[in-house]
């Protein structure tokens, strides 16, 4: 068994988890296997394989985990070499012949960047509701999922320029959780809601409809960090510096259109 760091650009992508008929980053990687013979033409997945989470359509990953009965020859460099430009392998590790990559995951942490310049939120608002979201509780009304919503997660904040960059760290996470979380505490914190919408999020009453929480949008959410306490993972050099240059230079392509963007916007008028 071996496990892999996967990161990934979600934005061109539906989602994680293989779908029919839509692109996924699991299809992108079962290609790139099938290529290198590492999974046979009949098979539906490799085998032992696990993957550490579901990540919604539109979300990124700096350290999806995926973990498969290798090839010794089976590195990073090489499953990068059948792999889209926009999702790349950079670190692997040996593990037990029983580990599979969900369940023993001991923490997720995602990491939310929340475009929220200090004139337009009010810090210490949502700073106290990310407080008091924080800790154990039953989030079945911030999820669309009806079993297993009773969590422990740390929330935190932190001011970054014209964005807060919210963390969530848990064992695992319902479905939405994150983004329905970012957007309740985004809400109070520019005042849409009252600061006792959190209490009233987290009781043992069902919300009606008027008063969900919908999600923040998918694209600014990363899969940050994902642990394994007994693997010891080793960045493969040559991958990594092709995953650095790869989104070094989605990101300057991106401020080149924000760039562009900001003209029109400028110039209109």
């Given at each position: 068994m071996r496990a892999f760091r996967i990161a990934y650009d979600g934005t061109p992508y539906y989602g994680f988890q293989r779908q029919p008929s839509v692109p996924t980053v699991e299809d992108a990687l079962f290609d790139a296997l099938g290529e290198l013979s590492v999974l046979a033409e009949d098979a539906d997945k490799p085998s032992g394989y696990a993957a550490a989470g579901r990540t919604d359509r539109g979300v990124s990953a700096l350290a999806q985990t995926v973990a498969l009965e290798a090839p010794d020859w089976l590195s990073p460099r090489a499953v990068n070499a059948e792999l889209p430009v926009d999702v790349r392998a950079w670190?692997?590790?040996?593990?037990?012949?029983?580990f599979h990559a969900t369940h023993h995951a001991s923490s997720r942490k995602y990491v939310y960047h929340l475009h929220a310049p200090p004139e337009t939120i009010d810090d210490g608002r949502a700073e106290r509701a990310m407080e008091e979201l924080s800790g154990r509780h039953d989030y079945h009304n911030l999820t669309p999922d009806d079993e297993n919503t009773d969590r422990e997660i740390a929330l935190s904040a932190v001011r970054d320029g014209d964005y807060l960059r919210l963390s969530a760290r848990a064992r695992g996470f319902s479905r939405q959780l994150v983004r329905r979380l970012v957007g309740l505490a985004a809400g109070v914190g520019r005042g849409e809601y009252p600061e006792e919408r959190v209490g009233r999020a987290l009781a043992p009453e069902p919300l009606?409809?008027?008063?969900?929480?919908?999600?923040?949008?998918?694209?600014?959410?990363?899969?940050?960090?994902?642990?394994?306490?007994?693997?010891?993972?080793?960045?493969?050099?040559?991958?990594?510096?092709?995953?650095?240059?790869?989104?070094?230079?989605?990101?300057?392509?991106r401020r080149t259109g924000a760039r562009v963007a900001g003209q029109l916007r400028d110039g209109i008028g």
């Open positions: 670190a692997s590790a040996d593990a037990p012949s029983n009606p409809g008027h008063e969900g929480i919908p999600p923040a949008p998918a694209e600014p959410l990363v899969l940050a960090a994902v642990d394994y306490p007994d693997l010891g993972f080793v960045t493969d050099a040559e991958a990594a510096e092709s995953a650095r240059r790869v989104f070094e230079r989605r990101r300057v392509e």
